[in-house]
């Protein structure tokens, strides 16, 4: 990435619920799952649960652990990720709120979301890319 690029996304917000999708993501690609397979695991639908993968619905700590629990790893690895994530993200300067994603705020492009997290965080070497490289 350039610097251009790098002052676009430290201008940019990570919803920390994206943050806690994007572990979740990382943990169903390391076992193997798809995210059809991984919503029957829970039983709820494949779109449903990609929403909670992108951090569009903010899970409660009751399904962060039975989603941990699914996946058969420890619910602490779950939070230790998480807060590895933000403590990498706010190193570089990024701001990681921890509220709910504002509507106008999105419509503005505030927040880092989608492809343009993911890229964030496989560049910053946060979390590896499909083949399981990191950067």
């Known amino acids: 990435m350039n610097r251009r ?5 430290l201008r940019k917000v990570i919803p920390l ?4 999708g994007s572990v979740f993501n990382e943990i169903r690609k390391e076992k ?10 829970i039983s709820t639908t494949q779109p449903s649960y990609a929403k909670m ?8 700590a009751v399904q962060l652990y039975a989603f941990a629990e699914k996946l ?6 779950v ?3 998480a807060e590895r994530m933000v403590e990498h993200c706010e190193d570089l300067g990024v701001i990681v709120e921890r509220k709910r994603i504002c509507p106008d705020r999105r419509r503005r492009g505030d927040y880092l ?3 343009d997290l993911n890229a964030f965080l496989i560049y910053h070497r946060i979390m590896p890319d499909a083949g399981g490289r990191y950067g």
């Open 113 to 115: 979301l989608g492809k």
């Open 53 to 60: 993968e992108r951090g569009v619905v903010i899970m409660s």
């Open 32 to 41: 193997g799952l798809s995210q059809a397979k991984m919503a029957k695991l």
């Open 5 to 9: 690029a790098d002052e676009y996304f």
């Open 17 to 20: 619920s994206c943050l806690i």
């Open 72 to 77: 058969e790893i420890k619910f602490g690895e």
């Open 79 to 81: 939070c230790s990720r």
